[in-house]
């Protein structure tokens, strides 16, 4: 059978990217389907997480303003499963370009930023899952959203958004590590940063240089961020609410010199995800595009 085809206008770099895009997206997913030990592992993470955090340390642990220290917490675990994304495209990048697929890749016809894009994209569908399978453990641990629909969803376009942009992080360090091995090796190191944040525990008592280093964490201004917009324990409302009630002036001073992430959590994390993707998206194509010279 011969294919007759009509000479035309060629597909635009945009449509060529889409395409090619979704088409490696799709195979990334049918990768992880291959793969059930990882998805099983993606989805135990959460529900770990809760329990260990939320029973183990809740016990020891004093909400700033009062509160249930679980309803405290899920806004940082949230966030730790943010920067999960950084760590599993890394890997994932890491393991293509050394077995050779990442050359098999570059020898195709496919846009130049396919590849990164479809690692990146297939990382924001597969943490739907795991962000829904996190949230339903929340709320059977007792955590509820108290500021309406609105403002919950926004907190998650937020969550999405920064781990998106966390991805090209990953993609720009896969290719720079090259190597599978070496790339699992470096995935503990990401644990540092968050846990260096007031993800787990209120960094009043912290040391002046440790609490800005904390404070000033991505991390800490995407969790900050979504207590904010959930509301309750740890939010600036329960904390204001909680310094007027009582008449802690000292509370109230200590908010007044909160560091600007914190303070401003969500214009924040808008910014973190601007920088990285200004920073990320342009090195990441470079370093596919130079692949291999």
């Not at 917490?73 to 370009?97: C, E, I, K, N, S």
Request: aromatic share 8%; hydrophobic share 55%; with cysteine.
């Amino acid at each position: 059978m011969t294919v007759v085809t009509t000479p035309g206008r060629r597909p635009s770099a945009i449509v060529r990217l889409f395409g090619d895009g979704l088409t490696l997206i799709g195979r990334e997913l049918a990768r992880l389907k291959a793969e059930p030990g990882q998805i099983v592992a993606a989805l135990l993470f959460p529900v770990v997480m809760v329990v260990l955090f939320g029973y183990v340390f809740g016990s020891a642990i004093e909400v700033p303003g009062g509160g249930d220290y679980r309803e405290y917490l899920m806004p940082g675990l949230f966030a730790m499963v943010v920067f999960t994304a950084a760590q599993g495209v890394m890997t994932r990048m890491a393991a293509d370009a050394s077995r050779g697929v990442m050359d098999r890749f570059r020898s195709m016809p496919t846009a130049r930023l396919a590849v990164p894009f479809a690692q990146t994209g297939a990382d924001a569908v597969t943490g739907l899952p795991l962000l829904a399978l996190m949230v339903g453990a929340g709320l059977l641990v007792g955590w509820r959203p108290h500021r309406g629909v609105a403002l919950t969803a926004a907190a998650f376009l937020l969550i999405v958004l920064l781990r998106y942009a966390l991805g090209w992080l990953g993609v720009y360090l896969g290719l720079l590590v090259k190597d599978e091995r070496l790339a699992a090796q470096l995935v503990p190191l990401f644990l540092p940063v968050t846990m260096l944040s007031n993800a787990f525990v209120p960094t009043d008592g912290m040391p002046a240089w440790l609490r800005l280093v904390c404070d000033w964490n991505p991390v800490s201004a995407i969790t900050a961020a979504a207590r904010n917009l959930f509301g309750g324990p740890g939010s600036q409302t329960a904390h204001a609410a909680h310094a007027a009630h009582t008449e802690q002036i000292a509370n109230t001073a200590h908010h007044g010199n909160m560091a600007w992430p914190v303070e401003h959590p969500v214009i924040a994390v808008l910014l973190w995800s601007a920088g990285l993707l200004l920073v990320f998206v342009p090195l990441s194509v470079r370093a596919h595009t130079r692949w291999g010279r």
